[in-house]
């Protein structure tokens, strides 16, 4: 997986797991994606911002700083599914 693949998929469920706290899958998913970028791609210090219509994520690799930029329509496409169709997330412990 590329690495900006990676970053769209962890930012991705990363803001399902925050609109969704009590949501074990969103929770684990989330904690896999950040184990990948840290072990497949030596991310370190990840961390995003939303301004706008756009994501920003910031992060290092190999002690140089990193940028990627996404559109909120494209992240929050997960999330807006969820929030349309409840019934087909139900939440197992």
């Not at 140089?64 to 496409?77: M, N």
């Amino acid at each position: 997986m590329k690495l900006q693949d990676a970053v769209y998929n962890w930012l991705t469920i990363t803001v399902v797991a925050h609109a969704r706290p009590d949501d074990t899958a969103a929770q684990e998913t989330e904690r896999f994606f950040a184990d990948l970028l840290r072990e497949d791609h030596a991310v370190e210090q990840i961390a995003y911002t939303k301004e706008d219509d756009v994501y920003t994520v910031t992060f290092t690799v190999n002690n140089e700083s990193r940028t990627f930029r996404f559109p909120a329509e494209l992240v929050e496409t997960m999330l807006d599914q969820i929030n349309r169709e409840p019934e087909k997330y139900v939440n197992y412990e």
